[in-house]
T-cell receptor, first 117, second 115 residues
Framework: GAVVSQHPSRVICKSGTSVKIECRSL??????MFWYRQFPKQSLMLMAT?????????EQGVEKDKFLINHASLTLSTLTVTSAHPEDSSFYIC?????????????FGSGTRLTVV | DAKTTQPNSMESNEEEPVHLPCNHS???????IHWYRQLPSQGPEYVIH???SNVNNRMASLAIAEDRKSSTLILHRATLRDAAVYYC????????????????FGTGTRLTIIP
């Protein structure tokens, strides 16, 4: 089945620094990937839709200059949290769907736990 | 995406069947009913989906009411590994086929399995 790899699985960074999270579709091509954020005991909140070769579409309230998304190839999307602060500490999850092989399920990465100290 | 309503939490004994309900009274004729689950500290995983008829796969069964305003995810024999948050999500059929429509997650049902 379709596999989405997310890296790193956990990262600790200092306040004010930037962190890059990678999301790769391992055995399929994904023109669209999605980035979610999840705070403890809460549901997943969609942050943005990443489109290969074009600008990402951000959900209302998500700062596009703070959460930079790049989708330079059909198998890789990256999320960069710039000038991270403790309130950005969260569980970040990406997802994608194999459009060519069909099926109706979206595949999710295993998530990245970001802790900003 | 149309709204769904699920109980916040449920408990079940190990090796017993589990019925997880979902209400979706505003479902449209082209909405698929999807179920995902999220194990602790992991991304969600697809469980099952259906449109009108009941569905079975190796993970679970999906029972859909005749009027489609509710559905029930059935785990036939719960194990400790089934402890997770289960999300019921409606997806438009046309958008699903196109393949790039976003998924909107509700609060889900936290299932606890008692040994």
């Amino acid at each position: 089945g379709a596999v989405v790899s997310q890296h790193p699985s956990r990262v600790i960074c200092k306040s004010g620094t930037s962190v890059k999270i990678e999301c790769r579709s391992l055995d399929f091509q994904a023109t669209t990937m999605f980035w979610y954020r999840q705070f403890p005991k809460q549901s997943l909140m969609l942050m943005a839709t990443s489109n290969e070769g074009s600008k990402a579409t951000y959900e209302q309230g998500v700062e596009k200059d703070k959460f930079l998304i790049n989708h330079a190839s059909l198998t890789l999307s990256t999320l960069t949290v710039t000038s991270a602060h403790p309130e950005d500490s969260s569980f970040y999850i990406c997802s994608a769907r194999d459009n060519l092989r069909g099926g109706y399920g979206y595949t999710f990465g295993s998530g990245t736990r970001l802790t900003v100290v | 995406d149309a709204k769904t309503t699920q109980p916040n939490s449920m408990e079940s004994n190990e090796e017993e069947p589990v019925h997880l309900p979902c209400n979706h009274s505003t479902i449209s004729g082209t909405d698929y009913i999807h179920w995902y689950r999220q194990l602790p500290s992991q991304g969600p995983e697809y469980v099952i989906h259906g449109l009108t008829s009941n569905v079975n796969n190796r993970m679970a069964s999906l029972a859909i009411a005749e009027d489609r305003k509710s559905s029930t995810l059935i785990l036939h024999r719960a194990t400790l590994r089934d402890a997770a948050v289960y999300y019921c999500i409606l997806r438009d059929k046309v958008a699903t086929n196109f393949g790039n429509e976003k998924l909107t997650f509700g609060t889900g049902t936290r299932l606890t399995i008692i040994p």
